[in-house]
């Protein structure tokens, strides 16, 4: 059984209480082969949830979507995409969403990584605007050997202010240095990756990082251990 809790902002100082949105039931959900992501789908002006399910069984996904009532409570999710068994590796995956063609509709992007190969390719989900996902795009490929796609945190957001939603990526090499990548969108396909940002050897392990997107802000909360931490901001 699975539920999704919401803490409403009071947009001064603190979250409200948690409230319950959604309920799977007992025996509906399984919480462990589910990945989440957020963003406005439908185009209503209210951010929905979605969700990346897997089944491991059949090396199938889906995407649903829990579009949001704007009160109170999220409506039963919809499958807005299925793979198909035998299609897609749930584990290898890492998701995103942010509106990446600038049709004012929230997308979602997979990194997707093929590790036999060492090769990683972001694929991106348009959304229709009512109920779907139209079938995934290669926006961009690294080719074989290229690409490291367990040493990557992904996110999204408009951080060169041009309208569309580009994909980062903090990318974490040996030796405690880390890199951020940007891929910029341009007529349904990402840029080559442009770098950044560059910790130097011995400055930054992304293997203690959360990465994270505020507005046009990048965020890092990086564990220093003994209970210790830090947030930086990368403007």
């Not at 940002?197 to 203690?208: E, V």
Request: avoid cysteine; hydrophobic fraction near 35%.
């Amino acid at each position: 059984q699975t539920r999704a809790f919401i803490f409403t902002s009071n947009g001064i100082n603190g979250f409200n209480n948690p409230t319950t949105w959604w309920d799977s039931g007992p025996g509906n959900w399984d919480w462990n082969g589910t990945k989440l992501t957020s963003g406005d789908y439908n185009g209503d002006g209210v951010d929905d949830m979605g969700a990346l399910y897997g089944y491991a069984a059949q090396h199938q996904s889906r995407a649903f979507i829990f579009t949001s009532n704007g009160i109170n409570g999220f409506n039963n999710p919809g499958t807005w995409w299925d793979s198909g068994p035998g299609n897609w590796d749930w584990a290898g995956t890492k998701l995103s969403s942010g509106d990446y063609n600038a049709d004012g509709l929230s997308d979602l992007s997979a990194l997707y990584g093929y590790a036999t190969e060492r090769q990683t390719r972001a694929f991106v989900f348009t959304s229709n605007g009512i109920n779907a996902f139209n079938n995934p795009g290669t926006w961009w490929d690294s080719g074989p050997g290229n690409w490291d796609w367990a040493g990557s945190k992904v996110v999204s957001g408009d951080f060169n202010s041009d309208g569309k939603s580009d994909l980062t990526v903090l990318y974490n090499y040996s030796g405690a240095q880390s890199r951020i990548f940007a891929f910029w969108p341009e007529d349904n396909k990402f840029s080559l990756p442009f770098m950044l940002w560059d910790s130097g050897p011995g400055n930054w392990d992304g293997n203690k990082t959360y990465f994270l997107s505020a507005g046009n802000a990048l965020l890092g909360f990086y564990n220093y251990g003994n209970s210790r931490s830090k947030i930086f901001a990368f403007f």
